[in-house]
């Protein structure tokens, strides 16, 4: 069993809390949030994204209840005093979104856990960068890491496939986003003009590191492949739009001959779907894999002229990516 407890349960830290539930070899033993332990039940047992929690939730004390699992409460603002030496914290998943840095995230470390992995890219150009993993690509052997971001994981594992198999002389990405609680629900001021429009009524274009965090886990892919990033009014639910020269000619048939080949592979088969429905945004909605191809958008132009579009969950197949990081950990 590997002895895990959340640092932060805003959205991806419920999920990654519902999703570990399901998984034997996974102990939820703590999680740390500023909120109550009665603000927190809520929030888990009624969400408008996944609907009612299947399993009934009720606080005892400082405990959260879910089911026969009893889970360990704390509000404490500085994780390096919370008790994961003597709780025996094997992983930390570090959900809060403001620890962000290397000496942010290791402040679980120096708490007792053995390993730590943050929920966003990295910041804090000042120190040495953490590195990046998408589960089913890369690893590291660091104590703590970045499980980089929603769109990283669902663009890298399709781009490393697609270079491998056909080569990829250039790209551009374009993710069609969910709004996210960066974004505001009314016109106001921000740091980024455009995230301050209503986020719900709005088109909103905006910046994407995916692409150049991709490259870190693909290094064979630097400085030939950026993006950009379209936040819709959608609630969850997304799809990444990649555009790339290839280095031979290829056709539709081939490029989705070969995504369907790779989706059954041992190294691919959780990570990554393919469909040849014609769905839309809601019928991704708790999907748990990193991206799902939409098949019949594939588009070949001149031989050499590539549109592959992918969807994701980008709460829920983005926590499950976490999960997946944290099970090929040698604890």
């Not at 496939?161 to 974004?183: E, F, M, P, W």
């Not at 994701?312 to 944290?326: F, K, L, P, S, V």
């Amino acid at each position: 069993m590997i002895r895990i407890a959340i640092n932060g349960l805003g959205r991806i830290g419920r999920a990654v809390l519902k999703q570990a539930l399901k998984h034997p070899d996974l102990e939820i033993v703590a999680v740390n949030d500023l909120q109550t332990p009665k603000d927190l039940r809520y929030l888990l047992q009624y969400d408008t994204a996944y609907g009612r929690f299947a399993e009934t939730i009720s606080t005892e004390n400082a405990d959260l209840l879910i089911g026969q699992q009893r889970i360990r409460c704390f509000q404490e603002k500085e994780p390096s005093q919370l008790p994961w030496d003597e709780l025996k914290i094997d992983v930390v998943f570090e959900c809060t979104g403001a620890f962000n840095t290397r000496s942010g995230i290791e402040q679980h470390l120096k708490a007792g856990a053995t390993r730590a992995i943050m929920s966003a890219p990295p910041k804090g150009k000042d120190e040495t960068p953490l590195e990046l993993v998408v589960a089913g690509i890369n690893s590291s052997e660091d104590a703590a890491f970045s499980a980089a971001s929603c769109t990283t994981n669902c663009i890298a594992p399709v781009m490393e496939i697609l270079d491998r198999r056909i080569g990829i002389a250039k790209a551009v990405l374009n993710t069609i986003h969910a709004y996210t609680s960066s974004q505001s629900m009314v016109d106001a001021p921000a740091k980024k003009p455009e995230r301050g429009r209503a986020g719900a009524m709005n088109m909103v274009p905006t910046s994407t590191g995916a692409a150049k965090a991709a490259t870190q886990i693909l290094p064979q892919l630097k400085d030939r492949f950026d993006g950009l990033a379209v936040r819709v009014p959608v609630l969850v639910g997304s799809i990444a739009d990649i555009t790339f020269v290839a280095k031979r000619s290829t056709s539709v048939d081939e490029v989705n001959s070969i995504l369907r080949e790779e989706q059954a592979s041992d190294r691919y088969q959780a990570i990554i779907s393919v469909t040849d429905d014609p769905i839309v945004s809601a019928d991704i909605v708790q999907d748990p894999h990193a991206g799902i191809v939409d098949l019949g958008q594939t588009k070949v132009v001149a031989d050499d002229l590539v549109k592959v579009m992918v969807w994701y969950d980008n709460e829920w197949g983005y926590a499950a990516q976490m999960i997946r990081a944290a099970e090929a950990l040698e604890i």
